[in-house]
């Protein structure tokens, strides 16, 4: 072959590498969203790039065998003409082989996958009739590498998406406006479900309302009045020994039949159903549904009552805070006292906060990371490494946070000030 045969044949070469490292890349950077959209405007050789994506080992596997006959091919022309234009010696070959590698690496790697990644649709459109052509014509090769690997790797089809890349894909929905900080908090409390316990959801022992079992009806009657719930705990001697629930439906029955200064400890009513601290929410949500019932006891490592969990705590826990007709007397999550001045709960999350002030309560990036899911109370809690008190600011960069109101140890309202 004449040394000008040799250039074309190379040039040619050339194009193609660099024809099969941009499809690699247009091809796996073309999500199943942008397919689908694309498939339901019609666009014209979307057929045939679904089929090179519906076997995304065979689309690999035929790219990269091409790609290497190409990448051969290309030292042992380049060698022959080197030698045969300039001579047989080390020092010819050294140049020829760096030379090549610089423009294989400009011209076959790097310009076209650039350019491929960026318009990757155009590209991948391009290319699909050739490498379905390909995969064809080299199907045998194609079949046996197929065969090695579906040995030594697991199918593509049994791989998940990890928690990980959903967690960034909802993050750059919220950041192109496609959903809310709010719906990002849901989905983001979805994928943490499983692995949440009810100590982290329940409401604690300080928090439960209960009653003796030695209550009479009537006085049950007026702590029924007085809080939102329709159960309420029984307990025999301490809060550690609760030993039935009652239901607001108990009260009026058993009223009826036997008048109101009837003891409880002589009704019969619902045993509790006890849950260690430790246990998934969501394994207490199978219990829950199963029995058909919509409260639990939950017990420390000692036995105690630990706290009090029920149904609709974990349906909040996904979905935020659910008001019914009872809770109408409830302090909004934010009340805004004046410009640059809120009062808010200290059950909304840091995320919830910047939402509805605008003001950030984080030092950098990594905080945020770390507390925005977090509510105001526990990251306050956090920051002083003690219980807060009442009157006390605790100051931000952006923001003062002032405690407003105490009740025991915890904390029921802020008040936040904007700083100027």
Same mark, same amino acid.
């Given at each position: 072959?004449?040394?000008?045969?040799?250039?074309?044949?190379?040039?040619?070469?050339?194009?193609?590498?660099?024809?099969?490292?941009?499809?690699?890349?247009?091809?796996?950077?073309?999500?199943?969203?942008? !397919?689908?959209?694309?498939?339901?405007?019609?666009?014209?050789?979307?057929?045939?790039?679904?089929? /090179?994506?519906?076997?995304?080992?065979?689309?690999?596997?035929?790219?990269?065998?091409?790609?290497?006959?190409?990448?051969? /091919?290309?030292?042992?022309?380049?060698?022959?003409?080197?030698?045969?234009?300039?001579?047989?010696?080390?020092?010819?070959?050294?140049?020829?082989?760096?030379? !090549?590698?610089?423009?294989?690496?400009?011209?076959?790697?790097?310009?076209?996958?650039?350019?491929? &990644?960026?318009?990757?649709?155009?590209?991948?459109?391009?290319?699909?009739?050739?490498?379905?052509?390909?995969?064809?014509?080299?199907?045998?090769?194609?079949?046996?590498?197929?065969?090695?690997?579906?040995?030594?790797?697991?199918?593509?089809?049994? !791989?998940?998406?990890?928690?990980?890349?959903?967690?960034?894909?909802?993050?750059?929905?919220?950041?192109?406006?496609?959903?809310?900080?709010?719906?990002?908090?849901?989905?983001?409390?979805?994928?943490?479900?499983?692995?949440?316990?009810?100590?982290?959801?329940?409401?604690?022992?300080?928090?439960?309302?209960? &009653?003796?079992?030695?209550?009479? /009806?009537?006085?049950?009657?007026?702590?029924?009045? *007085? $809080?939102?719930?329709?159960?309420?705990?029984?307990?025999?001697?301490?809060?550690?020994?609760?030993?039935?629930? &009652?239901? !607001?439906?108990?009260?009026?029955?058993?009223?009826?039949?036997?008048?109101?200064?009837?003891?409880?400890?002589?009704?019969?009513?619902?045993?509790?159903?006890?849950?260690?601290?430790?246990?998934?929410?969501?394994?207490?949500?199978?219990?829950?549904?199963?029995?058909? +019932?919509?409260?639990?006891?939950?017990?420390?490592?000692?036995?105690?009552?630990?706290?009090?969990?029920?149904?609709?705590?974990?349906?909040?826990?996904?979905?935020?805070? +659910?008001?019914?007709?009872?809770?109408?007397?409830?302090?909004?999550?934010?009340?805004?006292?004046?410009?640059?001045?809120?009062?808010?709960?200290?059950?909304? $999350?840091?995320?919830?906060?910047?939402?509805?002030?605008?003001?950030?309560?984080?030092?950098?990036?990594?905080?945020? =990371?770390?507390?925005?899911?977090?509510?105001?109370?526990?990251?306050?809690?956090?920051?002083?490494?003690?219980?807060?008190?009442?009157? *006390?600011?605790?100051?931000? =960069?952006?923001?003062? +946070?002032?405690?407003?109101?105490?009740?025991?140890?915890?904390?029921?309202?802020?008040?936040?000030?904007?700083?100027?």
């Amino acid at each position: 072959m004449e040394d000008s045969g040799i250039l074309i044949v190379m040039f040619f070469l050339i194009l193609l590498s660099g024809l099969f490292s941009g499809s690699e890349s247009a091809l796996l950077s073309l999500e199943d969203a942008t !397919l689908r959209t694309m498939k339901e405007k019609k666009v014209r050789g979307i057929e045939t790039l679904e089929l /090179l994506k519906s076997n995304p080992k065979r689309l690999i596997i035929t790219i990269l065998l091409g790609n290497n006959i190409v990448n051969i /091919l290309l030292p042992v022309l380049a060698t022959v003409w080197g030698t045969t234009t300039f001579g047989d010696g080390e020092i010819v070959i050294g140049l020829v082989t760096g030379g !090549l590698t610089f423009i294989l690496l400009l011209f076959g790697e790097i310009l076209p996958k650039n350019f491929a &990644i960026i318009n990757n649709q155009k590209f991948a459109l391009m290319v699909a009739p050739f490498l379905y052509f390909l995969s064809k014509a080299l199907f045998p090769f194609i079949w046996i590498f197929e065969k090695i690997s579906d040995k030594v790797t697991p199918d593509a089809e049994n !791989l998940g998406i990890s928690e990980a890349e959903v967690l960034a894909m909802v993050a750059m929905s919220e950041e192109h406006g496609e959903i809310t900080a709010k719906e990002k908090i849901r989905i983001k409390n979805l994928l943490d479900f499983a692995d949440t316990r009810v100590s982290d959801v329940m409401t604690p022992r300080t928090k439960i309302n209960s &009653i003796s079992n030695n209550s009479t /009806l009537l006085e049950v009657k007026n702590i029924f009045k *007085e $809080t939102p719930h329709s159960r309420i705990p029984v307990y025999e001697e301490s809060i550690d020994k609760i030993i039935k629930i &009652i239901t !607001l439906r108990d009260i009026w029955s058993a009223s009826e039949e036997c008048g109101e200064n009837k003891l409880v400890k002589n009704l019969e009513l619902r045993s509790p159903y006890f849950v260690p601290i430790t246990k998934n929410i969501s394994d207490l949500f199978e219990d829950f549904q199963r029995q058909q +019932i919509h409260l639990a006891i939950v017990l420390d490592e000692h036995g105690g009552t630990a706290g009090l969990i029920t149904m609709e705590d974990i349906f909040e826990e996904i979905f935020g805070e +659910i008001r019914d007709e009872t809770d109408i007397e409830e302090q909004e999550e934010t009340e805004s006292v004046k410009d640059g001045v809120w009062k808010v709960s200290p059950r909304m $999350t840091l995320e919830e906060i910047e939402e509805e002030t605008g003001i950030c309560l984080y030092a950098n990036d990594e905080e945020k =990371e770390e507390h925005s899911e977090k509510n105001l109370s526990f990251f306050i809690l956090e920051k002083l490494g003690r219980f807060p008190r009442k009157g *006390e600011i605790i100051e931000f =960069e952006f923001a003062d +946070i002032i405690i407003e109101k105490i009740e025991g140890h915890a904390v029921e309202l802020f008040r936040i000030v904007k700083k100027l």
